[in-house]
């Protein structure tokens, strides 16, 4: 167990809806990354905040936003919905922003779009 | 051109045997350079963290080697088991403000390993 949680664990949706993915990071984990990995891809970087601020930007469509609360947990928020969207989402958490430390990963969140 | 590449992209072995994964990078300059073990459907998990300093470290039967020199690391794994079937990350952190579109966490694509009976 990382001690990343997140939720919910699987997702099915339509084309068009939106969905919210839920991270808790590691207790005293300032710093949380989001990833999308489609089915047999590598992993891509979406964004990242540090202690509620965001710290860096990947390829994040535009239809997608996040935020990091003052409790630490974050977001992810995924509108308009698309067949494509379709893919694990993962979320991670180290202690650092800036050279980042040790990163632990949660399980995921399956998101399946019909 | 990505900037950690790794070789082979998939592999397969018998359960027992000894492999090697590779992963060459142009990342620089760098903090450190981090392997990750996915099994599938899950969340990537940590295998080793080396500095530039460092030429060696071990996790039990997985020794990753670095070479700061050449910019190429290795992922051997020792004995395998059914149970190191999974697909390995190199992951190349450089410095905070890097930028780009992979943040300061430069991820390769993976080698997949399957470790048959």
């Known amino acids: 167990d990382s001690g990343v949680t997140q939720t919910p664990k699987h997702l099915i949706t339509a084309t068009g809806q939106r969905v919210t993915l839920r991270c808790s990071p590691r207790?005293?984990?300032?710093?949380v990354y989001w990833y999308q990995q489609s089915l047999d891809q590598g992993l891509q970087f979406l964004i990242q905040?540090?202690?509620?601020?965001?710290?860096a930007k990947g390829n994040i469509l535009e239809r997608f936003s996040a935020q990091q609360f003052p409790d630490l947990h974050s977001e992810l928020n995924l509108s308009s919905l698309e067949l494509g969207d379709s893919a694990l989402y993962f979320c991670a958490s180290s202690t650092s922003g800036r050279n980042a430390g040790e990163l632990f990963f949660g399980e995921g969140s399956r998101l399946t779009v019909l | 051109k990505n900037q950690v590449e790794q070789s082979p992209q998939s592999l397969i072995i018998l359960e027992g045997k000894n492999c090697t994964l590779q992963c060459n990078y142009t990342v620089s300059p760098f903090s450190n350079l981090r392997w990750y073990k996915q099994d599938t459907g899950r969340g990537p998990v940590s295998l080793t963290i080396m500095t530039f300093s460092e030429n060696t470290k071990s996790n039990g039967r997985y020794t990753a080697t670095l070479d700061a020199d050449t910019k190429q690391s290795s992922l051997h794994i020792t004995a395998s088991q059914l149970s190191d079937s999974a697909s390995y990350i190199c992951v190349v952190s450089a410095p905070w403000n890097y930028g780009g579109s992979q943040g300061n966490l430069i991820f390769g694509k993976g080698t997949k390993l399957s470790v048959k009976p």
């Open positions: 207790s005293g984990d300032l710093s």
């Open positions: 905040y540090y202690n509620g601020e965001e710290r």
